[in-house]
T-cell receptor
Framework: ETGVTQSPTHLIKTRGQQVTLRCSSQSGHNTVSWYQQALGQGPQFIFQYYREEENGRGNFPPRFSGLQFPNYSSELNVNALELDDSALYLC??????????????FGSGTQLSVL | SQKIEQNSEALNIQEGKTATLTCNYTNYSPAYLQWYRQDPGRGPVFLLLIRENEKEKRKERLKVTFDTTLKQSLFHITASQPADSATYLCAPLDSNYQLIWGAGTKLIIKP
């Protein structure tokens, strides 16, 4: 168990709708990263938050947005859902600044299906 | 652009043998590289991290090598067991200090 929890585990939406995915980081971690993983592919970096500020962003459009809260929990919001947004969304927490702890701790993900 | 390549086909290994997985990267020099294991429907789990100044890293039955000249990392599982069956992901650090992920290699250990 990594101590990172994500909700919901599964979600079905229709095209054009909006969705919010949630993540609770491992205790003591100050950084959360969100990834999108299509079937048979590696995770694609969406963005990272460090102490409530965006700290890097991958090649995703602005309709993908996020928040990190003072307790280091996090949300991923996706507006105007498209069929290609169907994927496993992974949240990973880490402790930025600690050289020995650069590894990521992942949640089990939210499987999003857009119909 | 920075690119990661892992064996795209599943690797079938007999129980007890050594499994070797390959990760090749192009167009950059990562400061370190990580390996993760992912089971179906689950998030990746960290296994090992190897830095550019390290040739080899070991953890129990796992061994990782890092050849910065060949731009390649090899991941070995010795005395493989059916429980080692999973997808293994390679993730070098990119120039923006984020991990770039390969598509993974599915490893199947047959009893």
């Amino acid at each position: 168990e990594t101590g990172v929890t994500q909700s919901p585990t599964h979600l079905i939406k229709t095209r054009g709708q909006q969705v919010t995915l949630r993540c609770s980081s491992q205790s003591g971690h100050n950084t959360v990263s969100w990834y999108q993983q299509a079937l048979g592919q590696g995770p694609q970096f969406i963005f990272q938050y460090y102490r409530e500020e965006e700290n890097g962003r991958g090649n995703f459009p602005p309709r993908f947005s996020g928040l990190q809260f003072p307790n280091y929990s996090s949300e991923l919001n996706v507006n105007a859902l498209e069929l290609d947004d169907s994927a496993l969304y992974l949240c990973a927490s880490s402790l930025l600044g600690d050289r020995e702890r650069e590894k990521l701790f992942f949640g089990s993900g939210t499987q999003l299906s857009v119909l | 652009s920075q690119k990661i390549e892992q064996n795209s086909e599943a690797l079938n290994i007999q129980e007890g043998k050594t499994a070797t997985l390959t990760c090749n990267y192009t167009n950059y020099s990562p400061a370190y590289l990580q390996w993760y294991r992912q089971d179906p429907g689950r998030g990746p789990v960290f296994l090992l991290l190897i830095r550019e100044n390290e040739k080899e890293k070991r953890k129990e039955r796992l061994k990782v090598t890092f050849d910065t000249t060949l731009k390649q990392s090899l991941f070995h599982i010795t005395a493989s067991q059916p429980a080692d069956s999973a997808t293994y992901l390679c993730a070098p650090l990119d120039s923006n200090y984020q991990l770039i992920w390969g598509a993974g290699t599915k490893l199947i250990i047959k009893p």
